[in-house]
């Protein structure tokens, strides 16, 4: 069956311009998470849902971003005034439930986005 | 908070040679571990877990063991391939409530044939 898709693949915008990163998970799954990998490092989390709502949303760097996902299936990631700092390459996953112990989270390919 | 520490890399290895890549990490509770693969031009997969302590994840010939005393979830193979190669993330899950993953920063691993 299908895996989770992520749309653009690739994206390069200029410092000060929006984005918006889409991320279609795998049929069922109600649970969405976002996460960023900087070249070299390790993903780190930015915001999990639970169907449409937004259950920890720790991880997003400031106000500049938010996160969507209004019918509980596909989800939105919006990056305003975006920085330079913010190229990376932006990761989603999905899973069946929420529950770590039981359930595997499935990546998606990302979107590299690049801030010149 | 949650933390995950790796060994460092870049780590190269023959074909036929034994792997230990190490991880530890630093949680409150009991969480899960885990260790994702990232194959050269492919998404993050799920290699192996396990949930709670002494319990042994496999899968493809590799193995780690959830020790809880050394707080450690360092992943073996006995006998690596060139298929091998790859960035290795070792991650852990809080039980507790949260369900993000806490990634270390990946090692990445080239087998020579």
């Known amino acids: 069956g299908a895996g989770v898709s992520q749309t653009p693949s690739n994206k390069v915008t200029e410092k000060g311009k929006y984005v918006e990163l889409r991320c279609d998970p795998i049929?069922?799954?109600?649970?969405l998470y976002w996460y960023r990998q900087s070249l070299g490092q390790g993903p780190e989390f930015l915001i999990y849902?639970?169907?449409?709502?937004?259950?920890?949303d720790s991880g997003l760097p400031n106000d500049r971003f938010f996160a969507v996902r209004p019918e509980g299936s596909v989800s939105t990631l919006k990056i305003q005034r975006t920085e330079r700092g913010d190229s990376a390459v932006y990761l989603c996953?999905?899973?069946?439930?929420?529950?770590?112990?039981?359930?595997?989270?499935?990546f998606g390919p990302g979107t590299r986005l690049t801030v010149l | 908070g949650n933390s995950v520490t790796q060994m460092e890399g870049p780590v190269t290895l023959s074909e036929e040679a034994f792997l230990t890549i190490n991880c530890t990490y630093t949680a409150t509770g009991y969480p899960s571990l885990f260790w994702y693969v990232q194959y050269p031009g492919e998404g993050l997969q799920l290699l192996l877990k396990?949930?709670?302590?002494?319990d042994k994840g496999s899968n493809k010939g590799f193995e780690a063991t959830y020790r809880k005393e050394t707080t450690s979830f360092h992943l073996e193979k006995g006998s690596v391939q060139v298929s091998d190669s790859a960035v290795y993330f070792c991650a852990l899950s809080d039980q507790q409530g949260a369900q993000k993953l806490v990634f270390g920063q990946g090692t990445r691993l080239t087998i020579n044939p």
């Open positions: 849902f639970q169907g449409t709502g937004a259950a920890d």
């Open positions: 396990a949930t709670k302590a002494d």
């Open positions: 049929s069922g799954h109600t649970a």
């Open positions: 996953a999905s899973s069946l439930t929420s529950v770590p112990s039981t359930d595997t989270q499935y």
